[in-house]
C-alpha cells in the first residue's frame, strides 16, 4: 500500500529497524534502539490494518509467530518477562513490538515508551550479535 512503512517506504524502515527474517505469515525486525535490548518488531507480510481484518486462520499463525519471536527473544536476552504492544494509531499496517524486559532494567515494572529519550543505539557488531542470538532461537 502506497505510503505505508511496511510496505513502501524501506528507507524510513531501515533507518528504525534492522530486517532479521520472514516466518509464517510475518517480517521479524530489530529495532534500532535498543532501550529495552532485543526489542523487535513483527509486521504482518500483507497489508493489513486490524487483527480482527484476519481471517481466524491467519489471525492463528500471526499469534504463532508472535510466540515463536517472543520466546526466541526471551531465550535470546534471558528477559524476566517479554511485553507485547500493538499501538497503530497513524501507521495502519498491523505489527505489534516485542518488548523485553529484566527486573531492575529499563522499564520494568511500567509499560513501553516507544520512543526513549535518549535512545539508545549499538555498534554494527553489536546488532549483529543480538540478531544472531534471536535467529538461534527461532
Same mark, same amino acid.
Given at each position: 500500500?502506497?505510503?505505508?512503512?511496511?510496505?513502501?517506504?524501506?528507507?524510513?524502515?531501515n533507518?528504525?529497524?534492522? =530486517?532479521?527474517c /520472514?516466518l +509464517?505469515? @510475518?517480517?521479524?525486525?530489530?529495532?534500532?534502539?535498543?532501550? *529495552?535490548?532485543?526489542?523487535?518488531?513483527?509486521? *504482518?507480510?500483507e497489508?493489513? &490494518? %486490524?487483527? *480482527?481484518?484476519?481471517?481466524?486462520?491467519?489471525?492463528? %499463525?500471526?499469534?504463532?509467530?508472535?510466540?515463536?519471536?517472543?520466546?526466541?527473544?526471551? &531465550?535470546?536476552?534471558?528477559?524476566?518477562k517479554?511485553?507485547? +504492544?500493538m499501538?497503530?494509531? @497513524?501507521?495502519?499496517h498491523?505489527?505489534?513490538?516485542?518488548? =523485553?524486559? &529484566?527486573?531492575?532494567?529499563?522499564?520494568?515494572? +511500567?509499560t513501553i515508551?516507544?520512543? =526513549?529519550? =535518549?535512545?539508545?543505539f549499538?555498534s554494527?557488531?553489536? *546488532?549483529? %550479535?543480538?540478531? /544472531?542470538?534471536?535467529?538461534?532461537?527461532?
Open positions: 500500500m502506497k505510503d505505508c512503512l511496511y510496505c513502501e517506504n524501506v528507507e524510513k524502515l533507518s528504525l529497524m534492522i =530486517p532479521i /520472514e +509464517g505469515c @510475518t517480517r521479524l525486525f530489530l529495532f534500532r534502539d535498543q532501550n *529495552y535490548y532485543g526489542r523487535c518488531v513483527i509486521a *504482518y507480510k497489508h493489513g &490494518k %486490524e487483527l *480482527y481484518d484476519l481471517t481466524k486462520e491467519e489471525a492463528a %499463525e500471526f499469534i504463532a509467530d508472535m510466540q515463536k519471536v517472543g520466546l526466541a527473544i526471551q &531465550k535470546a536476552v534471558d528477559a524476566d517479554i511485553n507485547y +504492544g499501538f497503530s494509531d @497513524t501507521l495502519a498491523l505489527h505489534v513490538h516485542i518488548v =523485553p524486559k &529484566k527486573k531492575g532494567g529499563y522499564g520494568f515494572g +511500567g515508551v516507544m520512543n =526513549p529519550e =535518549p535512545a539508545k549499538l554494527d557488531e553489536e *546488532y549483529q %550479535e543480538i540478531i /544472531e542470538k534471536i535467529k538461534s532461537n527461532l
